[in-house]
């Protein structure tokens, strides 16, 4: 995910009535970004991690209600360990980096994903920027860490299972939006 320009989006030519509400990104391709420039495939990481802040600034231009970006997947852990290590720093110095200019834009940070299975230093760092915009009204800016699309599946299970085993939800009332009212912002 890393943009070939840093030309500005030509706002005039999209449609603002037919924009999406919520974007999703998968963060796929920086080991090769990295690799057609003689790099190694940390810098391509890097790199990945700054295109947020530029996704971000034209989200909030396009008053889109909310991007998730899938930035680490349950697979992702069979990567060499140094690798691993290097993309567990970078919510943080993403965050405390950008945490300031997100907050005064009115962006709330959110993730999915098993959350408890990252190392202590990431979650800090997230927990930290959930709970300083938790109240922001604007953009939602949700990170996908630690995700897989079959513990999702078993997640959401669970979830709506304690919602009927709890009476707030009607076994005959369980459809496909019961499931995006759960787990979407
Ligand atoms: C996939 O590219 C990318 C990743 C596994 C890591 C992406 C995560 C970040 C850049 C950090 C996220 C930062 C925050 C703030 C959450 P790849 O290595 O599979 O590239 P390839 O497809 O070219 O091999």
């Given at each position: 995910m890393n943009f070939k320009t840093n030309k500005k989006l030509d706002m005039d030519r999209l449609d603002p009535t037919n924009v999406p509400k919520h974007v999703a990104i998968i963060m796929d391709g920086n080991g090769r970004w990295a690799k057609k420039r003689g790099l190694p495939r940390f810098a391509g990481h890097k790199e990945g991690m700054k295109t947020i802040k530029k996704v971000v600034e034209r989200a909030v231009e396009l008053n889109l209600e909310a991007i998730t970006l899938y930035a680490f997947?349950?697979?992702?852990?069979?990567?060499p360990p140094k690798e691993v290590e290097f993309i567990m720093k970078l919510p943080s110095q993403f965050l405390d980096t950008y945490l300031p200019e997100l907050i005064e834009n009115n962006v709330r940070v959110t993730t999915i994903g098993?959350?408890?299975?990252?190392p202590e230093f990431t979650k800090k760092a997230v927990q930290y920027s959930v709970e300083r915009t938790?109240?922001?009204?604007?953009?939602v800016l949700n990170f996908a860490l630690n995700y897989g699309s079959r513990s999702e599946i078993v997640d959401a299970v669970k979830q709506i299972c304690e919602n009927v085993k709890q009476d707030?939800?009607?076994?005959?009332?369980?459809?496909?939006r019961t499931y995006f009212k759960l787990f979407i912002y």
């Amino acid at each position: 995910m890393n943009f070939k320009t840093n030309k500005k989006l030509d706002m005039d030519r999209l449609d603002p009535t037919n924009v999406p509400k919520h974007v999703a990104i998968i963060m796929d391709g920086n080991g090769r970004w990295a690799k057609k420039r003689g790099l190694p495939r940390f810098a391509g990481h890097k790199e990945g991690m700054k295109t947020i802040k530029k996704v971000v600034e034209r989200a909030v231009e396009l008053n889109l209600e909310a991007i998730t970006l899938y930035a680490f997947s349950t697979e992702n852990w069979k990567r060499p360990p140094k690798e691993v290590e290097f993309i567990m720093k970078l919510p943080s110095q993403f965050l405390d980096t950008y945490l300031p200019e997100l907050i005064e834009n009115n962006v709330r940070v959110t993730t999915i994903g098993h959350y408890d299975g990252l190392p202590e230093f990431t979650k800090k760092a997230v927990q930290y920027s959930v709970e300083r915009t938790k109240n922001n009204t604007g953009l939602v800016l949700n990170f996908a860490l630690n995700y897989g699309s079959r513990s999702e599946i078993v997640d959401a299970v669970k979830q709506i299972c304690e919602n009927v085993k709890q009476d707030h939800l009607n076994s005959d009332e369980i459809n496909e939006r019961t499931y995006f009212k759960l787990f979407i912002y």
